[in-house]
């Protein structure tokens, strides 16, 4: 066994601040021995953090050579440094540095994380440190709740879960009083085996004394170097040996009285001289190697971390993620809505006329009554019906274009007035299917026209200039026939045809119209479909109607619908799209801000996560997976109020919300890049944090 697990030589570290550089370790050469405890007292500011952070290697000495279990450290890289710390190392500050939105289990757990051992072994081994450290009961507990005293044993066993060879306290009980602090240093000795070496930063005579061996630090220097009674109990006899008495220099504070006094102990000033031994058991070498350790799924544990910080920050990072909500909400409305309107008809003009046909009979004679009965009731009628897409079908027959309309002088009115209307011969169904409105009496029906019954249904507008009461019982007169009216109509003003007309039952005529026929002049066939369906049954119609003949009817096709797309102007658009872009790049900022600001709120997480093990791009996957997590559920929360959004209008306005998986789809592209972007900066300042200066006490 090699004597030494710490062997420094001739470290110097100084730091600049603006102009000056203060130099902190002036030339220190220590060397530390397996199984012992170092105490390092000194005043504030004599470099003793410094010390502890070379030794820990979270930071490099600018001279001098440090061998940690007899492998130089200069020929290690970053990742390796790294390994180290997670397998070799461990730290307790005087800060316990746990992370708080984790359990105890789960704080002492997190090496084990790191190291990426199965989830049995993780709980086996937290199991026993815990229980070694009665903290059995506290293991679910979450760290708010723990005692000062409750809060550094979860850090010692933190400490102790990875078996470490070298452990590193800088004032770790500096923030406890007298029980607890003897409690922590009869740890720190229980857990020091002849595999370990323990080094205790402390101001405490008290937990110095209890220590093996006391550096004392000033300005940088050694300036007192020697074991106490108990080195004889623990210290190998060969380390031991080589301390000599000598006299304690008169500029030095008598550290001897205060220790003597504290624990009425006598203390030997010994001064070590061991600096020259450097032999070295390749054994060991081989042991502690870097080269021989597992490598780590940094990566994984990185994403895991992320998510688990990311889920336990849900409701602080609600504010963070309120700017991506409002900009993917703003932009996928736009990009909906844009869908949604594009898809809608220009107006219900257009929406009548894209699902109405017109099938005209082409013969020059008009035909008789019975041909007309006939028709409406034949094979091929029926099968129109049944067309797919067809939704309604009903006979018009214009008997004339204008036609002498007149109030009667013997049931109503002053004097007799006179309309020139169209006359339409129609089935009963006509009001429905061409979409007018009853807005007094009703319709007719078959009776009306199986027995050719003079009764008619006008216009509002007719019904209007003949100023014909509403009441049963009124005639009109036309073409000088009488006809009771029993209903006046709304007309659908999309059916430009038909405006001011009367309506009379099918194979009707007045009898001072000319010739046997029906009097008919255009015979119709009026077909509604459901949209979009138009063309489809213009084309199958005729033949549905009369397979011999189909070309006997012409179908007059629906003009293209023309679609709101038009009317919303492509500029307006463009400045919607715009200004969602805008509200993103805010959201992208606040989220970028936010992260840069918990990055420097958390810098002491993360400088306990690289002390731990972590390397500096596990920080940065973690920082940078944090906050496109954030991101994307910002964006879902962001895509759900668009949705919401995209419905009350389409509701609003009747129209069909359009929701497409692109229109999703360019939300989720649009939160994944805000969330990429804004975390890359904030992710490559938390891997630059220097551990060193985080986890300082102070
Ligand atoms: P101690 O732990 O003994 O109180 P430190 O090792 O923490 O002392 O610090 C020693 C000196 O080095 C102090 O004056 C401190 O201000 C300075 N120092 C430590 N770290 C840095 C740093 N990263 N940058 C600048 N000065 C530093
Ligand atoms: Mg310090």
């Known amino acids: 066994m090699s004597a030494y697990s710490v062997q420094a030589q001739n470290l110097s570290k100084s730091f600049t601040q603006g102009d000056s550089t203060i130099s902190v370790l002036k030339d220190l050469s220590v060397n530390i021995g397996y199984g012992e405890v170092v105490a390092i007292l000194g005043p504030s500011g004599s470099g003793k953090s410094t010390l502890l952070n070379i030794l820990g290697l979270l930071s490099e000495s600018d001279t001098g050579s440090y061998i940690l279990n007899g492998q130089n450290t200069a020929e290690l890289s970053a990742v390796q440094r790294a390994q180290l710390r997670l397998h070799r190392i461990g730290f307790i500050f005087q800060a316990f540095h746990l992370i708080d939105h984790k359990s105890v289990r789960k704080n002492v757990e997190l090496p084990l994380e790191y190291m990426g051992l199965s989830r049995a072994e993780k709980t086996r081994r937290v199991d026993a440190i815990l229980q070694r450290l009665g903290l059995t009961h506290r293991a679910e507990a979450s760290i708010k709740t723990l005692s000062g005293g409750e809060k550094q044993r979860v850090a010692i066993a933190r400490a102790f879960i990875a078996e470490p060879t070298l452990l590193l306290c800088d004032e770790p009980t500096g923030s406890l009083d007298e029980e607890l602090t003897q409690e922590v240093i009869n740890l720190l000795r229980e857990f020091t085996g002849q595999q370990q070496s323990t080094i205790v930063v402390t101001h405490d005579p008290v937990v110095a004394a209890q220590c093996d061996r006391v550096l004392r630090m000033h300005e940088g220097r050694l300036a007192e170097d020697y074991y106490t009674e108990r080195a004889g109990q623990q210290v190998s006899s060969t380390v031991a040996k080589k301390v000599h008495v000598e006299e304690a220099p008169t500029d030095q504070i008598p550290l001897r009285e205060i220790l003597a006094a504290a624990y009425s102990m006598p203390m030997p000033y010994g001064r070590v001289e061991n600096y020259q031994v450097a032999h070295t058991d390749t054994r060991v070498v081989q042991q502690h190697a870097v080269q021989n350790l597992p490598s780590t799924p940094w990566w994984r544990v990185s994403l895991s971390e992320a998510w688990d910080a990311t889920v336990h920050r849900v409701r602080r990072n609600l504010f963070t993620m309120l700017g991506v909500i409002l900009g993917i909400a703003s932009l996928v409305l736009t990009v909906g809505l844009t869908a949604t309107i594009s898809g809608q008809l220009a107006e219900s003009f257009d929406v009548f006329r894209a699902r109405h046909l017109v099938m005209t ?49 013997d049931n109503f009115g002053e004097r007799s007035v006179n309309v020139t209307a169209s006359v339409l011969g129609a089935t009963p169904n006509v009001f429905e299917v061409e979409g007018h409105t009853l807005t007094y009496g009703r319709g007719f029906d078959e009776g009306h026209v199986e027995r050719g019954d003079k009764v008619v249904v006008v216009s509002e507008s007719v019904a209007k200039k003949l100023g014909i009461p509403r009441e049963e019982g009124i005639n009109v007169y036309i073409q000088g026939d009488m006809f009771r009216v029993i209903g006046i109509v709304q007309e659908n003003p999309s059916i430009a045809l038909s405006y001011g ?51 006997r009817y012409t179908v ?85 109020v668009a949705i919401n959004g995209i419905s009350i209008v389409s509701l609003m306005n009747h129209w069909t919300p359009i929701i497409s998986t692109e229109t999703i789809a360019s939300g989720f592209i649009a939160g994944a890049v805000v969330g990429l972007l804004a975390g890359i900066y904030p992710a490559l300042r938390a891997a630059r944090i220097d551990p060193a200066t985080t986890l300082a006490a102070g």
């Open 361 to 409: 009979d082409t013969r020059k004679e008009a035909p008789t009554r019975s041909q007309l009965l006939e028709l409406s009731r034949s094979e091929g009628y029926e099968r129109v019906h049944q067309l797919n897409g067809v939704t309604g079908v009903a006979l018009l027959n214009q008997l004339s274009e204008g036609s002498d309309i007149q109030n009667g002088p």
């Open 501 to 551: 007309a009367v309506y009379i039952p099918l194979g009707v005529k007045p009898s001072t119209m000319d010739g046997n026929s029906s009097g008919a002049k255009h015979t119709q066939i009026v077909i509604t479909t459901q949209a979009g369906a138009a063309n489809q049954v213009a084309e199958e119609a005729p033949y549905a109607l009369s397979p011999e003949k189909p070309s």
């Open 556 to 640: 007059g096709v629906p003009p293209e619908p023309k679609t709101l797309r038009e009317a919303v102007d492509t500029q307006q658009r463009t400045m919607l799209i715009a200004m969602s872009v805008i509200t993103l790049i805010i959201g992208a900022m606040g989220i970028m801000n936010t992260f840069l600001v918990a990055v420097i709120e958390r810098r002491r997480e993360v400088g306990l996560r690289l002390a731990l093990g972590m390397r500096p791009a596990g920080i940065l996957v973690q920082i940078a997976a944090e906050t496109l997590l954030t991101s994307i559920m910002g964006t879902i929360f962001g895509i759900v």
